[in-house]
């Protein structure tokens, strides 16, 4: 169905936004679920017939009813209306009129007598409007209270929706559950808490899916939401056909369910298979029995395997495969199948051209090449004096000859170690100059003690010696005292 600014002239020329029914506003093309487009809005009916009066009405979520305008009231499509309920009134919106009613009322085998299709009030007031919209607000709070009771009174099921009468004197349950549900108690708690009318209804996995809506995993809206209205059963024999592995995480949808789009090419596939021969036909060749494997249908390749040697698989064309099957009927052995998979002519793939002077797509592809320069480890100083020694036995002309003739790494190594001194080389080179500072630090004083134990030691052999050799023989006491000469 399409808005205003969308319908077409008499010639067909689209009006407004140009877009045939699909700008998505109010309710044009995919601006609500399950919208039909009018294409026979501007088509005159023949002289002397009058125009349909039932109406298709719109309700939340996509639920939608016939009506027929018994009062011969103006209503054209996107009116609110007041309709006939189950007890009291109802508001909704005219999705679709004319003669598309008809085709629609056909397809879901409603006829113009059945009592299913009640009748329009009136247009919908400011004061009906406003009672509806309170009502809708009250929704996803009751919905919140009814989950509560339900989990409280232990019941196996799942609460899915909630909708309200126009009026809001009723209010409908929408439930999913795998087993059978006593709700009677659970009734009586709902109308309590809430002071109105309950009705309780039960939908299937796919009906809660179409009903809530979501994003399949092709990136767009259900199919069970936007357009499909009537949900066909799907088998495990649609994937199969389709040579699709029965993975459940890949073939079920938001539902649960085998996705229903399985069945949309499953008829093109079938067409296709008809020239393929049975997967459980063998083949006899020279080398052995051979056994099928898998296929692609749109290419017309085929892949078999030896019984004896399953490890190698051998692709082969739709056309080998049937001249292989001829020859067997005719009690003739094929050659074997390596023959047959080398006449396959591979077409080369056509890569990136860089005719714009772009950067190539796979230049990032490409490995990285090692280093070449990379890090020494690290030598132990046990070592060290090892090849000290090796150096001072080798001459400096042998090593010079060695490294003209031999390894440049080896006459780099080795000039390395002749400039770079060891770290043993290192503490015996400082060990002299530590002493000499030492030496020449300042004389402390008589209770302080030197931080060298040796030094006070030697100083008192040096004086006594010197003192003796100053002193005459003879010159001490018998107390051992010297006496000074002049």
Same mark, same amino acid.
């Given at each position: 169905?399409?808005?205003?600014?969308?319908?077409?002239?008499?010639?067909?020329?689209?009006?407004?936004?140009?877009?045939?029914?699909?700008?998505?506003?109010?309710?044009?093309?995919?601006?609500?679920?399950?919208?039909?487009?009018?294409?026979?809005?501007?088509?005159?009916?023949?002289?002397?017939?009058?125009?349909?009066?039932?109406?298709?009405?719109?309700?939340?979520?996509?639920?939608?009813?016939?009506?027929?305008?018994?009062?011969?009231?103006?209503?054209?499509?996107?009116?609110?209306?007041?309709?006939?309920?189950?007890?009291?009134?109802?508001?909704?919106?005219?999705?679709?009129?004319?003669?598309?009613?008809?085709?629609?009322?056909?397809?879901?085998?409603?006829?113009?007598?059945?009592?299913?299709?009640?009748?329009?009030?009136?247009?919908?007031?400011?004061?009906? /409007?406003?009672?509806?919209?309170?009502?809708?607000?009250?929704?996803?709070?009751?919905?919140?209270?009814?989950?509560?009771? /339900?989990?409280?009174?232990?019941?196996?099921?799942?609460?899915?929706?909630?909708?309200?009468?126009?009026?809001?004197?009723?209010?409908?349950?929408?439930?999913?559950?795998?087993?059978?549900?006593?709700?009677?108690?659970?009734?009586?708690?709902?109308?309590?808490?809430?002071?109105?009318?309950?009705?309780?209804?039960?939908?299937?996995?796919?009906?809660?899916?179409?009903?809530?809506?979501?994003?399949?995993?092709?990136?767009?809206?259900?199919?069970?939401?936007?357009?499909?209205?009537?949900? #066909?059963?799907?088998?495990?024999?649609?994937?199969?056909?389709?040579?699709?592995?029965?993975?459940?995480?890949?073939?079920?949808?938001?539902?649960?369910?085998?996705?229903?789009?399985?069945?949309?090419?499953?008829?093109?596939?079938?067409?296709?298979?008809?020239?393929?021969?049975?997967?459980?036909?063998?083949?006899?060749?020279?080398?052995?029995?051979?056994?099928?494997?898998?296929?692609?249908?749109?290419?017309?390749?085929?892949?078999?395997?030896?019984?004896?040697?399953?490890?190698?698989?051998?692709?082969?064309?739709?056309?080998?495969?049937?001249?292989?099957?001829?020859?067997?009927?005719?009690?003739?052995?094929?050659?074997?199948?390596?023959?047959?998979?080398?006449? /396959?002519?591979?077409?080369?793939?056509?890569?990136?051209?860089?005719?714009?002077?772009?950067?190539?797509?796979?230049?990032?592809?490409?490995?990285?090449?090692?280093?070449?320069? #990379?890090?020494?480890?690290?030598?132990?100083?046990?070592?060290?004096?090892?090849?000290?020694? #090796?150096?001072?036995?080798?001459?400096?002309?042998?090593?010079?000859?060695?490294?003209?003739?031999?390894?440049?790494?080896?006459?780099?190594?080795?000039?390395?170690?002749?400039?770079?001194?060891?770290?043993?080389?290192?503490?015996?080179?400082?060990?002299?100059?530590?002493?000499?500072?030492?030496?020449?630090?300042?004389?402390?004083?008589?209770?302080?003690?030197?931080?060298?134990?040796?030094?006070?030691?030697?100083?008192?052999?040096?004086?006594?010696?010197?003192?003796?050799?100053?002193?005459?023989?003879?010159?001490?006491?018998?107390?051992?005292?010297?006496?000074?000469?002049?």
């Amino acid at each position: 169905m399409s808005c205003s600014s969308c319908s077409t002239n008499k010639d067909g020329v689209p009006k407004g936004c140009k877009s045939n029914g699909n700008c998505a506003t109010g309710t044009c093309g995919s601006g609500n679920k399950l919208a039909v487009f009018d294409w026979l809005s501007n088509m005159t009916l023949p002289s002397g017939e009058a125009p349909y009066n039932i109406f298709e009405v719109r309700f939340k979520n996509g639920r939608k009813h016939f009506y027929r305008n018994s009062q011969n009231i103006t209503v054209s499509m996107g009116d609110v209306v007041a309709v006939e309920g189950s007890s009291g009134h109802d508001i909704g919106i005219v999705s679709l009129a004319g003669e598309l009613v008809k085709v629609q009322m056909k397809k879901r085998k409603v006829t113009e007598d059945s009592d299913n299709v009640k009748k329009i009030y009136r247009k919908a007031t400011q004061k009906d /409007i406003d009672v509806w919209q309170t009502a809708r607000d009250r929704e996803l709070e009751t919905q919140r209270k009814g989950r509560e009771i /339900i989990s409280k009174l232990g019941l196996k099921m799942k609460l899915s929706d909630v909708e309200f009468q126009g009026d809001g004197t009723k209010a409908t349950f929408y439930y999913t559950a795998d087993e059978r549900v006593d709700f009677r108690q659970l009734i009586r708690d709902l109308a309590g808490a809430f002071s109105i009318r309950v009705e309780m209804r039960q939908v299937g996995m796919r009906q809660e899916a179409a009903r809530l809506g979501g994003v399949g995993s092709c990136g767009r809206e259900l199919c069970c939401s936007t357009w499909l209205t009537d949900f #066909r059963k799907v088998n495990t024999a649609a994937a199969r056909y389709q040579q699709l592995s029965l993975n459940p995480l890949k073939l079920a949808g938001q539902c649960g369910k085998l996705k229903c789009c399985l069945n949309f090419e499953l008829d093109s596939y079938l067409d296709a298979l008809e020239s393929f021969p049975k997967q459980d036909l063998v083949l006899k060749t020279e080398k052995g029995d051979a056994v099928f494997v898998k296929m692609d249908i749109f290419k017309k390749l085929l892949w078999y395997t030896y019984k004896e040697e399953s490890f190698k698989w051998y692709k082969l064309s739709l056309d080998q495969v049937q001249e292989i099957i001829e020859l067997n009927e005719n009690n003739e052995v094929s050659s074997p199948l390596e023959d047959y998979e080398a006449e /396959i002519a591979e077409e080369p793939k056509i890569d990136f051209e860089n005719v714009v002077g772009q950067d190539s797509l796979t230049r990032f592809d490409a490995p990285k090449k090692p280093r070449k320069n #990379r890090r020494r480890p690290k030598r132990n100083t046990s070592n060290n004096k090892k090849t000290e020694s #090796r150096d001072k036995k080798k001459s400096p002309q042998k090593a010079g000859a060695k490294n003209a003739g031999g390894n440049k790494l080896d006459a780099k190594r080795q000039d390395s170690r002749r400039k770079k001194p060891n770290q043993n080389q290192l503490k015996q080179a400082q060990k002299p100059r530590n002493q000499k500072k030492k030496t020449e630090a300042k004389p402390t004083g008589e209770n302080q003690q030197s931080p060298n134990k040796r030094k006070p030691q030697n100083n008192k052999r040096r004086n006594n010696n010197n003192r003796r050799k100053n002193t005459p023989k003879n010159a001490g006491n018998k107390d051992g005292n010297t006496k000074e000469t002049k």
